[in-house]
C-alpha cells in the first residue's frame, strides 16, 4: 500500500515526546522532487510504566521518509519542515512477543519554535506516544489518524485538536 507518510525523524522522540509528521507537494514517489532529504526513524524502547503498562520495543519495518525545509530560523535551524514518505513501524509487546504493524502513513508540516515547542498541522496517520498527564489522550500510543492539528509545548505536552479524525490505542493491540 503506497501513502503519503507523515513521520518526524526521530520517531524516538516522538515516541518519548514528540511525533514526526509528513507532507508532500505531489504524490509521485517519497523522494521525488527537489529539496527532499532522506528522515530515516530510528528503532526505539520504551520501558514498562511509560506509556504501556508492559515494555514496547518499535521499530520501522517500511520506510522512505523524507524531508524538506520550507523555512529557516536567522541562525540557519529548520523553522518548518515538509515530511512525507511510507513508514509501518512494528509496535512489540517486548513481555509477550505481541505485535502489531503501524501503517502512520500521512501528511504533516511541522512548525519548531525556538523555545522547544512544535505545532504540527496533519492529514492522515501519525505514531504519537503521551506520557501520565501530558497531553488530551490518556498515557498509551496511539495511531492517530484524520485531518488534526498537535500542539506540543515545550514541556511536552501534546494537545491535539481533531477536525475529524479518530486514535487507535496501540497498547491495547499488543497487551
Known amino acids: ?18 511525533v514526526p509528521a509528513a ?31 508492559f515494555p514496547v520495543h518499535g521499530e520501522p519495518v517500511v520506510d522512505e521518509v523524507v524531508r524538506h525545509v520550507l523555512d529557516t530560523n536567522p541562525d540557519g535551524s529548520a523553522k518548518r519542515v515538509t515530511y512525507k514518505g511510507d513508514l509501518v513501524v512494528r509496535v512489540t509487546n517486548t513481555d ?6 503501524a501503517d502512520v502513513s500521512g501528511r ?18 501519525v505514531l ?8 488530551t489522550l490518556l498515557r498509551g500510543l496511539y495511531t492517530i489518524d484524520g485531518v488534526y492539528t498537535m500542539n506540543i509545548s515545550a514541556t511536552g505536552y501534546k494537545t491535539v485538536t481533531m477536525a475529524h479524525g479518530t486514535s487507535d490505542d496501540l497498547c491495547a493491540r499488543i497487551g
Open 23 to 53: 507532507s508532500a507537494d505531489s504524490d509521485t514517489g517519497a523522494g521525488a522532487g527537489k529539496g527532499w532529504e532522506p528522515t530515516p526513524s530510528q528503532p526505539w524502547d520504551v520501558p514498562a510504566g511509560l506509556r504501556c503498562d
Open 1 to 18: 500500500m503506497r501513502r503519503t507518510v507523515v513521520a518526524l525523524s526521530a520517531l524516538a522522540t516522538v515516541l518519548l515526546g514528540a
Open 96 to 101: 509477550t512477543g505481541a505485535f502489531y504493524d
Open 128 to 135: 504519537v506516544g503521551f506520557g501520565e498527564n501530558a497531553g
Open 108 to 125: 504533516a508540516i511541522v512548525e519548531y519554535r525556538t523555545d522547544g515547542s512544535q505545532f504540527w498541522s496533519v492529514r492522515g496517520p
